[in-house]
């Protein structure tokens, strides 16, 4: 080989060498360092860890909101036990107000004498009535059937003072858990109040006797607390305690049924609404309250007559004819207490026209009665109907004097 061509060459080799390591220098020197560099793989799983851990500090933060809702949702619940505990107190301190209307009383029939049972006054639409057990008016289980009871008498709590209720109407169906009896008397003047809200059960309120006042405990009731008063924590009454519970609204219900049955047919309802355009005084607007109250009293009358007869009693029963003979003596006291009624001049003849229906109402009865007596059941029902016809016709005429 040529020396000179080689040492060309070696020369040429030496200089792309040391070119190319001072460029691979360079290079390098101007890259980071390659420990900074992540491969892809390193990349993804650090990015899944920071995912991870930006979760939990999500949820870290949502455990800092939750409590706070917590503690808010404490503070509600506080709150709540507040105003129960204050409710409770009320309950208590209107405790002997709530148990004056509470009733110790027995029932009987030329039968049977019940045993001992509870009941209630209420006070609906400015009007009282004593609430108790169906099956303390006719108690029927099985095979025992001890008939309707005839004759109640009642005491209420703190008094010494026996009343006589009439019984209105009355389910005694025990297992269906309608299981009422309503009563009514002149003599109750107070009453407690209702909720049909169906509001949770607190208390059953007892008589002096028994001494119920007892946290709510349907099923563990004693011979003689059927009939008492299931109230709530604002000492409204909420249903009766049977051995079960018994809403209020089905008493309320048969009220409404009784006060609708003879005085709503035919669209004619007797109403104590008065026509402001007829510019009544303030006397005349006393007698139609005291007609309106009247014609409430010949309802329940009659509604208490119908509860005691039932569906298949005979018309010259013994016991049948001694309950009518019972009902002239009341129809008789209502036709006294419209004529000793107060009244102005200008209402003198419809005051004498409403007393005159009065006791033909009663003369009717009297002739019905004496056909029942005598087992003539074609007349006796044709006298059934006109007494019917005629007590209704004592209410059209007081809706057409107020109108």
Same mark, same amino acid.
């Given at each position: 080989?040529?020396?000179?061509?080689?040492?060309?060459?070696?020369?040429?080799?030496?200089?792309?060498?040391?070119?190319?390591?001072?460029?691979?220098?360079?290079?390098?020197?101007?890259?980071?360092?390659?420990?900074?560099?992540?491969?892809?793989?390193?990349?993804?799983?650090?990015?899944?860890?920071?995912?991870?851990?930006?979760?939990?500090?999500?949820?870290?933060?949502?455990?800092?909101?939750?409590?706070?809702?917590?503690?808010?949702?404490?503070?509600?619940?506080?709150?709540?036990?507040?105003?129960?505990?204050?409710?409770?107190?009320?309950?208590?301190?209107?405790?002997?107000?709530?148990?004056?209307?509470?009733?110790?009383?027995?029932?009987?029939?030329?039968?049977?004498?019940?045993?001992?049972?509870?009941?209630?006054?209420?006070?609906?639409?400015?009007?009282?009535?004593?609430?108790?057990?169906?099956?303390?008016?006719?108690?029927?289980?099985?095979?025992?059937?001890?008939?309707?009871?005839?004759?109640?008498?009642?005491?209420?709590?703190?008094?010494?003072?026996?009343?006589?209720?009439?019984?209105?109407?009355?389910?005694?169906?025990?297992?269906?858990?309608?299981?009422?009896?309503?009563?009514?008397?002149?003599?109750?003047?107070?009453?407690?109040?209702?909720?049909?809200?169906?509001?949770?059960?607190?208390?059953?309120?007892?008589?002096?006797?028994?001494?119920?006042?007892?946290?709510?405990?349907?099923?563990?009731?004693?011979?003689?607390?059927?009939?008492?008063?299931?109230?709530?924590?604002?000492?409204?009454?909420?249903?009766?305690?049977?051995?079960?519970?018994?809403?209020?609204?089905?008493?309320?219900?048969?009220?409404?049924?009784?006060?609708?049955?003879?005085?709503?047919?035919? *669209? !004619?309802?007797?109403? &104590?609404?008065?026509?402001? /355009?007829?510019? #009544?005084? %303030? @006397?005349?607007?006393? =007698?139609? $309250?005291?007609?309106?109250?009247?014609?409430?009293?010949?309802?329940?009358?009659?509604?208490?007559?119908?509860?005691?007869?039932?569906?298949?009693?005979?018309?010259?029963?013994?016991?049948?004819?001694?309950?009518?003979?019972?009902?002239?003596?009341?129809?008789?006291?209502?036709?006294?207490?419209?004529?000793?009624?107060?009244?102005?001049?200008?209402?003198?003849?419809?005051?004498?026209?409403?007393?005159?229906?009065?006791?033909?109402?009663?003369?009717?009865?009297?002739?019905?009665?004496?056909?029942?007596? *005598? !087992?003539?059941?074609? &007349?006796?029902?044709?006298? /059934?109907?006109? #007494?019917? %016809? @005629?007590?209704?016709? =004592?209410? $059209?005429?007081?809706?057409?004097?107020?109108?």
């Amino acid at each position: 080989m040529n020396t000179d061509l080689w040492s060309k060459r070696k020369k040429i080799i030496i200089i792309c060498g040391t070119a190319l390591g001072i460029f691979l220098i360079l290079f390098l020197n101007s890259c980071t360092n390659l420990a900074d560099y992540v491969p892809i793989e390193k990349y993804n799983e650090l990015q899944s860890t920071y995912a991870a851990i930006d979760d939990k500090y999500i949820k870290s933060n949502q455990d800092r909101i939750d409590l706070g809702i917590e503690n808010k949702s404490l503070k509600v619940d506080v709150g709540n036990v507040e105003n129960k505990i204050e409710s409770y107190k009320n309950l208590i301190n209107n405790l002997n107000d709530l148990l004056a209307n509470v009733y110790y009383g027995y029932a009987e029939n030329n039968k049977n004498e019940s045993d001992g049972f509870t009941a209630f006054s209420i006070n609906y639409n400015d009007k009282y009535y004593l609430i108790t057990a169906g099956h303390a008016a006719h108690y029927k289980y099985n095979d025992i059937d001890t008939g309707v009871y005839t004759y109640f008498k009642f005491k209420a709590n703190f008094s010494n003072e026996w009343i006589y209720p009439k019984l209105l109407t009355y389910e005694n169906d025990f297992m269906g858990n309608r299981d009422y009896a309503i009563l009514y008397s002149d003599k109750i003047t107070n009453g407690l109040d209702f909720d049909l809200n169906n509001s949770y059960p607190e208390y059953i309120l007892g008589n002096e006797d028994n001494n119920i006042f007892k946290q709510f405990d349907i099923y563990n009731l004693v011979e003689g607390e059927s009939g008492s008063p299931v109230v709530d924590i604002d000492g409204e009454v909420i249903g009766i305690a049977t051995g079960n519970f018994v809403d209020i609204d089905l008493v309320i219900e048969a009220i409404d049924n009784l006060n609708n049955q003879y005085y709503n047919k035919d *669209n !004619n309802t007797s109403s &104590n609404s008065i026509d402001n /355009n007829n510019n #009544f005084t %303030n @006397t005349e607007v006393a =007698f139609f $309250d005291k007609v309106y109250n009247l014609i409430d009293e010949y309802s329940l009358a009659i509604n208490h007559m119908n509860v005691y007869h039932g569906d298949s009693w005979i018309i010259n029963d013994p016991e049948s004819l001694a309950l009518e003979e019972t009902f002239l003596i009341r129809l008789n006291e209502l036709t006294e207490k419209i004529i000793s009624f107060s009244y102005p001049n200008s209402l003198k003849n419809d005051r004498n026209n409403l007393v005159n229906i009065s006791r033909e109402i009663y003369n009717i009865r009297v002739t019905e009665v004496e056909y029942m007596r *005598n !087992n003539d059941y074609a &007349n006796y029902v044709k006298y /059934n109907d006109l #007494f019917n %016809n @005629t007590v209704k016709k =004592f209410s $059209d005429y007081y809706n057409s004097i107020i109108k």
